[in-house]
């Protein structure tokens, strides 16, 4: 089972937000010009960033631990 967290606070509560690029950085590739940047909203302490992934309940509870400083 894979676990989404955000990377600073480490809640489960994420909205997907998606962030299309700045065309004027990529002016000649139309390939960059349509990527769309994939992050997440944290509903707890509403950092926009890549959300981690867990495989286990114990991988979360330590990285839990390690941020709380427990």
Known sequence: MKIKVCSKCGS???AL???SS???TYP???FIDNT???KYLCGDCSNI???LVFNSE???KRF???INGR
């Open 22 to 24: 700045e065309r004027e």
């Open 17 to 19: 937000v998606q962030l």
């Open 12 to 14: 489960r509560r994420l």
């Open 28 to 30: 000649n590739s139309d």
């Open 64 to 66: 839990l631990k390690m």
């Open 49 to 51: 960033d890549e959300a």
């Open 36 to 38: 769309i940047a994939v």
């Open 58 to 60: 114990e991988e979360l």
